[in-house]
């Protein structure tokens, strides 16, 4: 009797494949994941569907605005001026949107993405704009520090223990470092030296509330999870 | 199944369904933990054979088209929108009564699913209750047997595929049983079980067997129906557990112990529809009276399902049910509010009117050469919502009572005291190994 190693039931001897789990002789034949095979599968199919058309229809909306605002700088403005900038804004918004919608569940190509998408805006912008030019000395730096501070919050979350309070702490300690990092980045340009001030005073006002949260992890609530000390 | 037999091209080309009155709640509380499936499986001798399974859901859909249809929005209501598709063959999955895909287009609102010697169909209620669903099991399992070279000769009670099928088949029994009633009694909340909840899927099983005529003699020894021995049984092990909670000063909210016991309306009024037709009772003990004896509580629940089982009393719930359906307001609201308000009530009022949820499916008959080859029936109830937290289905076949409970708590506390007053009244219990 020809009986599936997965599900049981009885084939024909002919069958060499079961066609409700397509395994074959106990091993899953390749493109297996792309057959509806069980329950769960029709779900997580939906959820694809309902995905792809959310993507298409904030596509539609995006290349919608673009064309309407490069149509209204031509026939407005006698050129497309101040209508790249929004085209650039649209793109931007609608690559961010896209790495959102498909790697939501995978960080590191989520924050690859993001970045990248915050690198080519801004460097539009700097090609498209007049002025002094401004990517390479401040738009670069900074956005690498953005992506250095949220890489080490994400290992941090990853690989702690207990996703606690002084995950909260680690943030507010990222946002103080990367204040710090701004400031001499814009200095630098600016003036040429270094002279740090507004950072130095947001770093010493976080600094207190880092330690506090640090303690109550450490000292009080140790276990606490964030998600359900902050379950709504 | 009697009726007029109708064209099913007519019915095709209709198109669409409107949605009976019961079925207008799930698609609005419908969730992935909330799903609204129930499932009935029966267990084979032998392992079940791929090519006529595939065979007999595709005879066996054609004769219920009425369940080839998906969920269609309007703009005031949804509706059940023909899709000319029989149900997905699916491999059984460790979860049971996982939900559908419902607003999936021509997405079928149920589906057949085989593991081993194991045949189940599940169902959304939105297409149907468990009356419907065992009629096109029944229809389902006659097809397949004889495609497996079975020799079935006899065919009583069960809807042979070649029958035409009725308009009586797709009425909707609630509006077609309407009549201005004064609506019932208002029922002030339950209290519920304080269990802390599983972790997702937290659905949990657990399943048990009896012998039937053990079960009868006992209940027989109290003068009262199984559904009226196991519901004391059920509201007797709430009580244990509400007074032992209060012993612990936990802060108990609500000191009605109630227990929704749906009741198959087709026994009751003339009509044999395959859509929802059942209607509830609610009965209860009220906990600031003081604590009963099993005694005292079995003789209150017979004359509470004596009395609230009568026809007159129940269509009380029909009117009310449906009248709210037929108000202009609540017609001409769009859809998108309609749910929004319809998942409010049902999760501030709805879900809170009970304690717990108890079925009786009764007991299914199958001619002689089928019920040689069915090892046994079961019924696994919807998740309950977390509120309820734990709700128990019973089918009876064979001499055999299969006991489903649908817990979704870290505790099985209900089930153990349930069990424990069936074993001390001498019922010998078998606890199954889930799939």
């Known amino acids: 009797m020809n009986i599936c190693s997965n599900c049981g039931v009885e084939l024909e001897e002919s069958l060499m494949q079961c066609p409700l789990c397509g395994m074959n002789s106990g091993e899953p034949v390749a493109g297996k994941t792309e057959k509806l095979n069980y329950p769960s599968d029709i779900i997580n199919l939906h959820k694809r569907e309902v995905r792809k058309h959310l993507w298409e229809l904030t596509g539609i909306i995006a290349f919608s605005g673009i064309a309407v605002c490069t149509i209204v700088d031509l026939v407005i403005g006698k050129g497309v001026r101040w209508a790249l900038f929004a085209d650039v804004s649209i793109i931007s918004a609608w690559l961010f949107l896209t790495f959102i919608m498909y790697k939501f569940r995978k960080p590191w190509m989520l924050i690859t993405g993001l970045s990248a998408t915050v690198l ?37 979350y990853r690989y702690a223990r207990f996703k606690g309070f002084d995950i909260l702490a680690f943030i507010f300690l990222s946002v103080a470092g990367f204040c710090i990092l701004t400031e001499i980045i814009i200095d630098k340009y600016i ?11 947001a770093a010493v006002s976080i600094l207190p509330i880092s330690l506090i949260l640090f303690f109550v992890h450490y000292r009080m609530k140790k276990g606490n999870k964030l998600d359900s000390f902050f379950h709504v | ?32 933990e909330l799903t609204s499936v129930f499932r009935v499986t029966a267990y084979l001798k032998k392992p079940v054979k791929y090519s006529a399974i595939r065979e007999a859901v595709e005879i066996t859909a054609g004769r219920f088209p009425y369940f080839s249809v998906s969920l269609g929005s309007g703009l005031f209501w949804h509706y059940l929108e023909f899709n000319n598709r029989p149900p997905r063959i699916l491999v059984e999955e ?95 909340k339950a209290w519920h079980l304080p ?41 007797f092990s709430l009580q244990k557990i509400y007074l032992s909670e209060k012993e612990k000063g936990g802060n108990q909210k609500g000191h009605i112990l109630r227990t929704e016991v749906p009741v198959n309306m087709r026994n009751k009024l003339p009509i044999a529809t395959m859509r929802n037709f059942s209607l509830f009772i609610l009965p209860e003990v009220d906990m600031r009276l003081g604590s ?8 209150m629940i017979h004359h509470f399902i004596q009395a609230e089982s009568d026809l007159k009393q129940i269509s009380r719930f029909l009117s009310s049910n449906v009248s709210h359906e037929k108000q202009f307001i609540i017609r001409i609201l769009p859809l998108f509010i309609k749910r929004l308000v319809i998942a409010a009530v ?5 879900s809170k009117r009970f304690t717990g949820i108890f079925t009786n499916l009764g007991s299914v008959m199958l001619p002689g050469e089928m019920q040689d080859l069915i090892e046994s029936l079961e019924i696994v109830p919807p998740p309950p919502n977390l509120k309820v937290k734990v709700s128990c289905a019973i089918v009876s076949f064979n001499n055999k009572l299969r006991m489903c409970f649908c817990n979704i708590t870290e505790s099985n506390e209900l089930e153990r005291l349930f069990l424990k007053h069936l074993t001390d009244s001498g019922i010998h219990i078998k606890i199954l190994k889930n799939n």
Not at chain 2, 346 to 350: I, S
């Open chain 1, 120 to 156: 080519f805006m801004l460097l539009m912008f700097d090609l498209i704009s007049v002025d002094k030019k401004w990517f390479i000395q401040v738009g670069l730096p900074i956005t690498l520090a953005l992506v250095f501070f949220v890489c080490m919050v994400v290992i941090l």
């Open chain 1, 191 to 201: 003036a040429g030296h270094i002279n740090v001030r507004w950072s130095l005073l």
């Open chain 2, 1 to 32: 199944m009697e009726g007029k037999g109708i064209n099913k091209k007519t019915f095709q080309e209709r198109g669409w369904l409107k949605l009976d009155n019961c079925a207008k709640l799930f698609p609005a509380i419908t969730s992935s």
């Open chain 2, 94 to 188: 460790d979860i049971p009564c996982t939900a559908f895909a419902i607003k999936r287009r021509n997405e079928p609102l149920y589906r057949v699913l085989v593991k081993s010697n194991r045949i189940s169909v599940e169902f959304i209620h939105i297409l149907t209750d468990g009356y419907g669903a065992f009629e096109y099991f029944k229809s389902l399992l006659y097809t397949y047997f004889k495609l497996s070279g079975n020799q079935i000769s006899k065919s009583e009670g069960i809807i042979l595929p070649e029958t035409p099928f009725s308009e009586e088949e797709i009425e909707d029994a609630y509006n077609k049983f309407f009549q201005k009633l004064p609506p019932p009694g208002k029922l002030e």
């Open chain 2, 195 to 235: 269990f802390r909840l599983n972790k997702k899927p937290r659905l949990r099983l657990i399943r048990t067997e009896m012998d039937v005529e053990k079960l009868l003699e006992v209940a027989r020894g109290y003068k009262v129906s199984i559904t009226e021995y196991l519901v004391s049984v059920y509201l």
């Open chain 2, 292 to 299: 009963y004896t099993f005694e005292e509580v079995i003789r």
């Open chain 2, 346 to 350: 049902y999760k501030g009022l709805g």
